[in-house]
């Protein structure tokens, strides 16, 4: 990592120094997660991570007519338990499609703020 030419004690060793060791392993997992987060994109436009909404999706959530409570919750910047009581007090209109999935129409959103 360092580019100092050293000699090998062992077969086996590749770097001249523990530091230069430490280096190449962190680049590596560098290049690990943002091959993890490429392929993520690449797989699925919405794809969710511990289910919150991946930053990079945000362009892709702002033309979707259709939205989750944690997708409208990354749009708004505000917590997903806001978004439940916006609902309830019925603010925000929202069809609830089972007792575990609510979806909220994009122009119910835009109505919110009229």
């Known amino acids: 990592m360092c580019g100092q030419m050293f000699e090998a004690q062992k077969v086996t ?3 001249c120094s523990h530091k230069c060791n430490a280096k190449h392993y962190k680049l590596k997992v560098r290049l690990a997660q943002k091959g993890n987060i490429e392929n993520i994109i690449k797989a699925s436009p919405l794809q969710k991570i ?3 909404v991946n930053a990079l999706d945000a362009a892709l959530l702002r033309e979707q007519e259709f ?3 944690n997708e409208v919750a990354y749009l ?5 338990n806001t978004i439940y009581r916006l609902v309830s007090v019925g603010i925000l209109k929202a069809t609830r499609l089972s007792d575990r999935k609510i979806l909220i129409k994009r122009s119910n959103i835009d109505n919110m703020f009229i």
């Open 13 to 15: 060793t590749k770097y």
């Open 50 to 52: 511990r289910g919150s």
């Open 67 to 69: 939205l989750t409570v």
């Open 76 to 80: 708004l910047r505000c917590h997903a």
